[in-house]
């Protein structure tokens, strides 16, 4: 049995499977989950539409394939699958099955999924056959040869690799009752439900959250976006990360409305997806709303917009907001936490509270969801009910436990300074050492080195991007052949596509 630290009095004993189940009790016959129109041209097969009793039955279907397997409760199952139905079903019938799930990031390959969930002990992987022109699974199936407790690899879509089990018949499942795993003793709320990765000066952290830490983190986003009963998201951001689950999986059980996946980004679909659905909120990067509003995609009856940053450090510099739909901004601080913050009537983002903050601001009975400090030297500290409480696997030497100081206050590298007012605080710089571009965090020396065992020549560095941060760009006496090679060798896409030509590494 494993437990979150965190422990409440509030009583709150759900789980997000609980969050499913009691949107389906109201809205059996509504639609809960809707395809990427492109969804065909990512992975090979039409796009879905599931009610939430459809759902339902394929998250019991996948959670008894699962069990059928032999794994036990905590057995630790990696997820990596494009923004589609078919990730949201395979995560939550990994916690019906009371395993503890690990979505991956899309671009992770064998130099970076093998060490990741070596450090975990996973002992299955959860893909498609393909997303895009990527072959997912056999990519799977390289890695589970590579680690011997990984004795599963199971896929959805066709031409699936030879040793793959075949899922998608559990989304397609016409009856199925409900799978209810044996009861763990203690709060169900405190078992840690899903594992993401984070990646600091120390390398890549495993940061493990219970489903109470998880639902505090999507509630904050819930409360500050003022999410209306059964609305309609539209979200392209996938659920690989913390920011992913907390910012689309649990906003939506909460409203118990419709979830509309896209994967960014496609221009036509993200507009088809727009008319066809009507979303009264949408889910996108932060330094794309401006592009994206000036294109006129961000019009229509959306009412709220939630803008995620990565690289928080930019977002005070961020373009004015004055758009009929609300902004919510949130500035994601890695794997340790996010802070949700709606824009005034002056378009302005607003600055860090220092203290507590609570959701909605301002608001008579609002809650409080995270705090900030700064720490003896100099740097943004979280604490809350969404901050990570405990390293893992339990009893590990190094990790995510480094970071806690003991007044729990968890220090997430931000560099940062008190302002002359002393009730805000102001990013001054990253993690040293770490790159980010869009969704991913590099330690820029492992990506220097991984560069260098191939061409002691090549120099690949960090620039400045409007829409991702920073992005990473190569040169090489030979950059097609330095791709290739670093590519077979299975390092991460965006590492190897630095080296092509700019248009098309985009």
């Not at 009610?51 to 699962?66: G, M, V």
Request: aromatic share 6%; glycine share 10%.
């Amino acid at each position: 049995m494993i437990l979150s630290g965190s422990q409440t009095t509030d009583g709150n004993r759900a789980t997000l499977d609980d969050l499913f189940r009691r949107a389906g009790v109201r809205h059996a016959d509504a639609l809960a989950l809707i395809d990427p129109p492109d969804c065909e041209s990512l992975t090979g097969r039409p796009p879905r539409r599931l009610t939430y009793a459809q759902a339902d039955r394929a998250i019991s279907a996948l959670a008894a394939r699962l069990r059928s397997f032999g794994l036990q409760t905590d057995t630790v199952v990696a997820i990596q699958l494009a923004n589609s139905v078919d990730s949201v079903i395979a995560l939550l019938g990994v916690l019906r099955a009371g395993m503890i799930a690990v979505p991956l990031p899309l671009l992770w390959r064998m130099q970076d999924m093998v060490p990741a969930l070596s450090l975990i002990g996973a002992k299955a992987i959860i893909t498609s056959s393909r997303i895009g022109a990527s072959a997912q699974a056999e990519i799977a199936m390289q890695v589970a040869a590579e680690l011997f407790p990984i004795r599963y690899v199971c896929g959805f879509g066709q031409d699936l690799p030879d040793g793959v089990v075949p899922l998608d018949d559990c989304i397609d499942c016409v009856a199925t009752e409900f799978f209810q795993p044996s009861a763990r003793p203690g709060d169900p709320a405190a078992h840690v439900a899903a594992v993401t990765f984070d990646v600091t000066c120390d390398g890549l952290v495993p940061v493990a959250r219970s489903h109470r830490e998880l639902i505090a983190g999507g509630l904050a986003v819930f409360l500050e976006g003022g999410f209306a009963r059964d609305t309609t998201i539209l979200s392209a951001i996938p659920i690989g990360s913390f920011a992913g689950i907390a910012l689309t999986v649990v906003p939506w059980l909460l409203a118990g409305g419709t979830l509309v996946l896209h994967h960014a980004f496609d221009p036509a679909a993200f507009a088809e997806q727009t008319g066809a659905h009507e979303p009264a909120a949408v889910v996108l990067p932060g330094p794309a709303l401006t592009p994206l509003a000036d294109a006129g995609l961000l019009g229509g009856p959306l009412k709220t917009i939630l803008g995620l940053w990565r690289t928080p450090e930019q977002l005070a510099a961020a373009a004015p907001w004055q758009r009929e739909a609300a902004l919510v901004d949130i500035a994601s601080f890695g794997e340790i936490g996010l802070l949700p913050t709606r824009r005034g009537t002056d378009g302005q983002p607003a600055p860090i509270p220092r203290g507590t903050i609570t959701v909605p601001r301002g608001a008579p009975e609002a809650v409080a969801v995270i705090e900030t400090a700064r720490s003896k030297s100099g740097t943004l500290t979280l604490r809350g009910p969404m901050v990570p409480t405990q390293p893992f696997p339990p009893g590990v030497e190094q990790g995510s436990e480094q970071r806690v100081a003991p007044d729990g206050l968890f220090d997430t590298g931000y560099a940062c300074r008190i302002a002359r007012d002393r009730g805000t605080i102001v990013l001054t710089a990253p993690p040293a050492g770490i790159t980010a571009t869009g969704f991913y965090r590099f330690h820029q020396s492992e990506v220097d080195d991984a560069v260098a065992a191939i061409d002691p020549a090549a120099v690949i560095v960090a620039v400045p991007d409007a829409l991702l941060g920073q992005r990473l760009a190569g040169s090489a006496r030979d950059g097609a052949a330095i791709t290739s090679e670093l590519e077979a060798l299975g390092v991460n896409a965006l590492i190897a596509g630095a080296f092509r030509p700019r248009g098309i590494a985009a």
